[in-house]
Nanobody, 115 residues
Framework: QVQLVESGGGLVQAGGSLRLSCVVSGRIFVINVMGWYRQAPGSQRELVASIKNDGTTNYADSVKGRFTISRDNTKTTTYLQMNSLKPEDTAVYYC?????????WGQGTQVTVSL
């Protein structure tokens, strides 16, 4: 069974930084895409950033230039470096992987940005 465990969330002041991590465990042969989504109260879940197996990255317009997605050499851990955080970045952040069309989600980690 594949599991994703996120960490690194917390409370930070506006302008601050956080780094989220997501460790993938279990039997999985190929991860085609790793990504981060977020969901704020009363809002739909939205894609924040993703990284494909070939290293291609994609970002939501709202985080471009502030957030960076990366992964380790084993491609089983992904990171989301979040800089210049804003109150509107407050949400539960979810890690996700896609393997041959099958998507697996983590349990989420809360990020709260105060004024």
């Amino acid at each position: 069974q594949v599991q994703l465990v996120e960490s690194g969330g917390g409370l930070v002041q506006a302008g601050g930084s956080l780094r989220l991590s997501c460790v993938v465990s279990g039997r999985i042969f190929v991860i085609n895409v790793m990504g981060w989504y977020r969901q704020a109260p009363g809002s739909q879940r939205e894609l924040v950033a993703s990284i494909k197996n070939d290293g291609t990255t994609n970002y939501a317009d709202s985080v471009k230039g502030r957030f960076t997605i990366s992964r380790d050499n084993t491609k089983t851990t992904t990171y989301l470096q979040m800089n210049s955080l804003k109150p509107e970045d407050t949400a539960v952040y979810y890690c996700t992987i896609n393997s041959f069309g099958r998507t697996t989600w983590g349990q989420g980690t809360q990020v709260t940005v105060s004024l």
